[in-house]
């Protein structure tokens, strides 16, 4: 009985049903990670027009593991996006939500935690206040324009109401404050005395993937030291990004026109958004099925039939499932590094430094002022100058 209150010794035994949300508990901690980067840095960075980007390049150039944490900073949401997409398409395979209501609700939690992790990735992408940073606070309040009714007034809400300690107060207590709500409903409350063996289990059990991070942290930084040595200008072609995420949603105004625009990114994320959320409550659970479905009814099914065959041993039902999770998380990687590859992730510098009198990190004249730079007003040199900023300029 002693052993079994050890933690350190219960977190290096199998437990069954953990391992059932491997992905989840992988993307635990990598919240977890992010929670602690981010602690750190934020005792270094000075939200403020004038002292956000010079602290950055402070923490980036001089402060000790600074480069180091921020890159992981950076990296550790991809991997978190990564697992849970995983974590979420093997939920709906399974019917995790079915069993009674408690699980619908778990399902929900983690459908809504998407939105908090969006307006995460929007709002750490504005504040180091580079300048892709600037191009987001100009950027993004445009796109509420295609919104019907109350877009225009939107636009200039969010234009106006742009200050970085604003965007800093819900990067770093607002939204953690909702995740942590969130995430309380969703499995905190479940683990209570148990988090830290299944912690330390899935940290783990997810070590390869981590020294993975640290490489691309260490190997594919943000450059940050563009005055002593600027990037090429499509730098970071292919190296994913995590505002990709955000972006797709932005895409269909560059490469689509009209009517399909608001279609497609509005109407249609939308749909999505709400079908996933609500999958569990109009899906039936099995026991519910069976008590409809007359049998002759069922035998009628054969695409049923052949899947029930397919999934007869469990062993069988393993590979079925591995290779029909691995297919679907290729295919939207896959779609997504297609869209997006063009996107020079990491050369803007190379054109917005000092030398070119285009400085960082300061607003430059034609902040929030579209009198001054007409550019700004336009969605499609904003999109172009950010994937071809070689040929739109
Ligand atoms: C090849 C050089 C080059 C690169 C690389 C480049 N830009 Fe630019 N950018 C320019 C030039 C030149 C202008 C001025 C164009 C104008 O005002 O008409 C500009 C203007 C802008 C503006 C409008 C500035 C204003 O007047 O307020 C934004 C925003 C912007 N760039 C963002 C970016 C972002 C984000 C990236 C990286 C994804 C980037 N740029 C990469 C050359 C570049």
Request: glycine content about 4%; proline content about 7%.
């Amino acid at each position: 009985m002693e052993k079994e209150n050890n933690w350190f010794v219960s977190a290096f035994k199998p437990e069954k049903r953990n391992w059932k949300h491997y992905f989840g508990g992988f993307a635990f901690v990598t919240i977890f990670l992010q929670l602690l980067t981010g602690f750190y840095i934020m005792f270094f960075y000075d939200p403020t027009l004038d002292n956000a980007y010079k602290s950055i390049q402070y923490i980036s150039n001089e402060l000790f593991m600074g480069s180091l944490t921020r890159n992981l900073h950076r990296w550790i949401p991809a991997l978190m996006l990564i697992a849970i997409f995983i974590h979420t398409v093997r939920s709906l395979l399974r019917k995790d939500f079915l069993p009674d209501r408690h699980k619908k609700v778990l399902w929900l939690t983690g459908v809504l935690f998407t939105l908090p992790l969006f307006l995460f990735l929007a709002t750490g992408l504005i504040i180091p206040w580079e300048w892709k940073g600037y191009f987001f606070m100009e950027m993004i309040p445009n796109y509420f324009e295609f919104l019907p009714v109350v877009g225009p007034a939107m636009k200039k809400f969010f234009i106006e109401s742009f200050t970085i300690p604003r965007y800093y107060v819900i990067h770093v207590v607002l939204l953690p404050l909702i995740s942590i709500v969130l995430l309380e409903y969703h499995i905190l409350r479940k683990l209570k005395k148990r988090i830290f063996p299944y912690m330390l289990k899935h940290t783990v059990v997810a070590l390869p993937f981590f020294i993975l991070l640290f490489v691309l942290a260490v190997k594919i930084p943000i450059p940050s030291n563009a005055e002593v040595m600027p990037p090429m200008p499509l730098e970071g072609q292919w190296v994913f990004s995590p505002e990709w995420i955000f972006l797709t949603v932005l895409l269909p105004i560059m490469k689509v026109k009209g009517a399909l625009v608001p279609i497609l990114s509005i109407a249609f994320p939308i749909v999505l958004f709400l079908g996933f959320a609500f999958i569990p409550y109009f899906l039936k659970s099995k026991a519910e099925a069976s008590s409809d479905a007359t049998p002759k009814k069922r035998a009628s099914n054969a695409f049923i039939r052949f899947w029930h065959n397919l999934k007869k041993t469990s062993f069988r039902r393993k590979v079925v499932n591995f290779v029909i999770v691995t297919f679907i998380t290729l295919s939207f990687s896959g779609l997504l590094l297609f869209a997006h590859y063009e996107s020079p992730t990491l050369g803007c510098n190379s054109c917005h430094n000092i030398y070119r009198g285009m400085r960082m990190g300061i607003p430059p004249e034609t902040f929030k002022d579209r009198g001054k730079n007409p550019v700004l007003e336009d969605n499609d040199w904003m999109m172009n100058h950010w994937y071809y900023p070689n040929e739109i300029w």
